[in-house]
């Protein structure tokens, strides 16, 4: 699909000056988002639309002369859900950064070029909490945070972007803006396409604005440390934490995550446990009984070493090294982060068989996990300039989803399927399952041009 | 559509024995659901599949002949979402009752005959909970239940039922079974279809088994009983309420139903009062905190008389009252039962109007209320053999729920549109969000055999 470069000049008479942009240095900055796609495609023309009107210019043209448009929040995204395709336009989002606070109604108003810190700092001025927080909240659009219904730490008692999105206003192919949902906490009127937009990753319409559910701010966590023998003793502590009470975060490191983060900071972290947990509580009023439910079912799981703390600062500093895996790795090589998602009871399975095709494939996998959702994020390290360690680590990343497909895992629990995953997403969903996502994406966009090669070929 | 006597038969002898009903007797009791429709079609058949596969076999059979089917959980639905239609057949999902609880991954897997009440106390052995409670919670089938996507009281913390569904079996039109998410508490791969089905009405699919998030059982709650001279302080109190802490139950009464409930059981409830709130808190150990905080904005917002206990027997006596609304008000005539959601800030003024509107229709209006998620539940009382009446009964009910839309509301919030309020789902969603809908409709079920006449014309 491609258009001829008088269409793209009649695309920018239609719109404000500078919304289209055609310089190829430019161009250039918009090919990639984080998933690095060494061969992203080369698009006609960088669109920055400043209103749900404009997006509605974009895609009339677009769809009328069959021109693929690759919509893009911040660009921070990790499945390649906005690389650049040949020929397309890329559709920025990044002016559209209104964002309102309705306190009565406990919602915010977002545009989607709104970063979600932003979101969240909005809201904390009157004393509200955007719960979702992806790794990226400093640097992700709450745009792109829809479109890929991000995930994060607090997921495993706040729930994730679906869970807080109450309507949105969407351009279809077409041009055609709905809107869909609203502020009202429930509403069962028709078919659930709020939903079914939320975590759509681009192919089904541009998101051009958000009603976001706000709740009041939590009081501060109480963390426990924990660190363990085996995977399998910290996902039994799991288990077991998880039966009981309902921690505000529930994270696991495995023995090389802890010695990354060691060799990077020197935290004092002990290099021989094979896992640390670090578990939250928020629970007003009820941190110290849940907390000494986490302690105890960390001891009977057979912890090392238990730490506890009340105070909110050493418990941010103890956040820190789960923080830093991210940059500790990157100092070992390149990365391949996965986020494959099992049930918990196979969560030891998973890492041990992981810790296998890291042998076979002879390279490095840490494992850094949202434990309390199962939601794991092994990461291949290696160095991009061996060729044939770059192929082993693909093969890596590859029989890693795999092996989380036969443990009746998903390929993807946060970030989306993208380009990265793409050819992976039929061996999970199975023939029928890929048939109707097919027909639904084919009714809403006949021509094919919102996003093509995301999540489908 | 219909299909000739010979084609049951047929439809039989690929069934086990007593799954077809064509007994004109038995056929009688699958006509209304409980919205009572006065005019219900009449059914060629009622099938009671007791599989995922017979759910296929009648499916396939009623494609290739062109047969309505219209899915039916328990029949306790309150918007004409199972009222038969002629010729067409009945699917009973009562005979698919199995039911299993998996603790390490905290879920329920369930057919979807299964009761709600039954999902509950199933969880309850285990020490888990399954949050969405409606008010027809010991009647109501599961299946059902996600059908309509059903909220209740608890929702206003704990979400409805929407939140809880991880996967599903779903067969589709054409015969099609199709499974859908998994146990797994975060996946993001392909788009997110189990959302698109629950609250989808039997419409796009019969549901054949659901994966329930289960959570960890909560406290015994502490409750608030407040009264107030007008319906705007208790909804100032409701606002807030909310801005600082998430109770468990935010219930309100108006004038209308505190007399009513009085009439029917001398509760010794302020006659004069024009709102009573009922508000618990299940925060654990925090519940005294919480109810500091509920105390003072019903106080500030200027309540008549504030209650408080700890005493969970207590706390259910209270909350009898507000349960008895239903039976109380069954005592004064026939009930349209309404079920529009407004934001918060709009309530007063929603009352205020369905006050209008009972004057000039000369009806009574009740107004219960889960009045923290600003879903309403206005009862029109009237007298089923006065033409006149009635007839002023049903334009009650339908300005009700134009005034709901008017005030930025929904036609309804847990109970579903079914046939009862298709014809006002148009003035709400408006064209464009109407024909987006029918295209995914069209494209699932070509033939149009899936409930046919529910949520769309």
Redesign the interface.
């Known amino acids: 699909m491609s258009a001829p470069d008088s269409d793209i000049a009649a695309l920018a008479a239609e719109l404000p000056d500078g919304t289209v942009i055609t310089d190829p240095a430019v161009i250039e900055g918009y090919r990639r988002d984080a998933a690095n796609d060494p061969h992203p495609g080369l698009p006609r023309a960088v669109v920055r639309p400043g209103s749900t009107e404009d997006v509605q210019t974009v895609l009339r043209w677009a769809n009328a002369h069959r021109v693929a448009v690759v919509p893009r929040g911040a660009g921070s995204g990790l499945s390649g859900g906005a690389t650049a395709v040949d020929g397309g336009i890329v559709l920025s989002t990044e002016r559209m950064r209104q964002i309102r606070i309705d ?4 919602t915010a108003v977002v545009q989607p070029g709104v970063l979600n810190s932003e979101v969240k700092r909005a809201a904390a001025e009157h ?2 909490w955007y719960p979702p927080d992806p790794a990226s909240v400093e640097i992700s659009s709450i745009g792109g945070n829809a479109a ?2 991000a ?1 994060g730490l607090c ?2 008692k706040y ?2 972007t ?2 807080y999105v109450l309507g949105m206003q969407v351009v ?1 192919a077409d041009g ?5 949902g ?12 709020t ?2 937009f ?3 990753e681009g ?2 319409g541009v998101i051009t604005e958000l009603t976001l559910r706000l ?2 701010v939590q009081p501060p966590a109480s963390t426990v440390v924990a660190l363990f023998g085996s995977v399998q003793d910290a996902a039994d502590a799991v ?1 077991s934490i ?5 921690p505000a975060m529930l994270e696991l490191m495995d023995h090389a995550s802890i010695n990354a983060v060691e060799d990077y900071s020197r935290m004092g972290l002990d290099r021989s446990a094979q896992a640390l947990l670090l578990i939250q509580s928020d ?8 907390i000494a439910h986490v302690i105890e079912a960390c001891e009977k799981a057979g912890a090392t070493e238990v730490f506890a703390t009340d105070d909110p600062e050493e418990g941010a500093g103890f956040t820190a090294a789960r923080r830093l895996v991210g940059l500790a790795l990157a100092q070992l090589g390149t990365l391949l982060l996965e986020d494959v ?5 196979v969560l030891p399975e998973l890492v041990a068989g992981i810790n296998r095709i890291a042998d076979d494939c002879d390279v490095l996998i840490c494992v850094v996990a ?1 434990a ?4 794991t994020h092994p990461v291949v390290v290696f160095d991009a300039t061996d060729p044939d360690m770059s192929d082993r680590a693909r093969r890596a990343f590859a029989r890693v989803m795999e092996l989380a497909i036969a443990l ?10 993208g380009r990265l ?1 793409r050819d992976w ?1 039929p061996l ?3 023939d ?3 048939a ?2 097919r ?3 084919d ?2 966009d006949p021509h094919g041009i919102l996003n093509p090669g995301a ?1 489908l070929s």
Chains 1, 2 share one sequence.
């Open positions: 306190t009565a109604n406990r004393g509200l890929t219904n995930g997921c495993v729930g994730v679906s869970d279809l055609t803006a709905v809107r869909l609203g502020p009202r906490l429930k509403d069962v009127a028709g078919l659930p396409l939903k079914l939320v975590g759509s192919i089904l709740i009041p288990v998880t039966a009981k009470v309902r629970a007003p009023g009820a941190a110290a009984e849940e998602t099992v049930p918990i009871p949202h309390g959702d199962g939601n009746g895992g998903t390929i993807t629990g946060e970030h989306g399927v995953k997403l999970q969903l199975g029928d399952v890929m109707l996502t027909r639904i994406k009714d809403l999540v």
